[in-house]
């Protein structure tokens, strides 16, 4: 078991949202133990817990938030944080939307590491998977199992299209996360910009932030990063979806089609299924750390 982290130092970026396509700007602030991922929007005097109780939505982005402010397009910043085992900061955000700078983490990813990771002085919780939890909806589904570490397959399907199918697994530590999944860029298709547009999505969305896809080949002059950039794209997405958790999960997750949608249903299948899981909290009997309250159904 770890002690728990936070940044030595405050970290600001800034960038257009990718929905949104406004400009926003973020400031991550050191916190002490327990405190979590608070995130804060200023202008509108709001704070929230980044836990699965406050999710609003799932429609191409995850977006948490409460009755006064949301923020959309959080998973990004929670995979690195995740991925980078750091626990307690505040993010403070000005804008609706988390900058989606060049569409991957990888700049987060050196921003956070510049600034430097503080060990605190107390260990942090995590949940060991026991038994297999299984969610499945129409053609997605998400499983995880027990395992002595955090590991993602992901296979992920383009029906009649160049793309075909794409697997890739990975187990999840600040090397891996770092060589393998952070670089893999968010990605779209042409044949889906008029849908964007009728529902007032992707404003933001450029070559600089984004793999296009025509029906037969990559749009983007500097072509792919990796082979099978779409997978590991989407394991990131997911790492940060399952961040929502509350606690890192010790477990393998394996997931086939999955999106943000499927992501949340399985966090709560997998948070209902108390029989499942343990909370490992090292010396103490039970921990401080801020962990969402919520009422499973």
């Not at 999710?55 to 009755?67: M, Q, R, Y």
């Not at 009649?160 to 530590?173: A, R």
């Not at 600040?174 to 849908?195: M, N, Q, S, V």
């Not at 997405?237 to 992501?263: E, Q, R």
Request: contains cysteine.
């Amino acid at each position: 078991m770890r002690y728990q982290t936070t940044i030595k130092r405050d970290v600001t970026f800034e960038g257009i949202g990718l929905h949104t396509g406004i400009y926003c700007r973020v400031n991550v602030y050191p916190a002490p133990v327990d405190h979590g991922i608070v995130f804060h929007r200023p202008c509108k005097n709001a704070s929230f817990f980044a836990n699965v109780g406050t999710v609003t939505d799932t429609v191409f982005a995850t977006t948490i938030g409460n009755e006064r402010a949301k923020i959309s397009t959080v998973e990004h910043i929670l995979a690195v944080l995740s991925a980078l085992s750091i626990d307690n900061v505040t993010i403070e955000v000005e804008g609706p939307e988390i900058p989606i700078l060049d569409g991957s983490a990888i700049e987060l990813v050196n921003l956070l590491m510049d600034a430097g990771i503080k060990k605190q002085k107390r260990k942090m919780p995590y949940i060991r998977v026991l038994k297999p939890v299984v969610f499945e909806d129409k053609n997605t589904s998400v499983t995880v199992y027990p395992y002595n570490g955090r590991k993602i397959s992901f296979r992920l399907f383009f029906p009649n299209h160049f793309l075909g199918e794409q697997f890739f697994s990975v187990d999840i530590n600040e090397d891996t996360f770092i060589r393998d999944i952070a670089p893999a860029r968010t990605f779209g298709f042409l044949k889906d910009e008029e849908y964007f547009r009728q529902h007032g999505l992707a404003k933001g969305v450029s070559l600089q932030n984004a793999v296009i896809f025509s029906d037969s080949d990559v749009i983007n002059e500097t072509g792919l990063r990796f082979t099978n950039e779409c997978v590991r794209h989407k394991i990131l997405d997911s790492i940060g979806d399952f961040a929502l958790s509350g606690f890192p999960i010790m477990g393998h997750i394996v997931a086939d089609k999955s999106g943000h949608t499927s992501n949340i249903k399985f966090l709560n299948t997998l948070l209902s299924s108390t029989d499942c899981w343990e909370v490992v909290t090292g010396q103490v009997e039970k921990s401080a750390y801020p962990v969402f309250s919520l009422s499973y159904t």
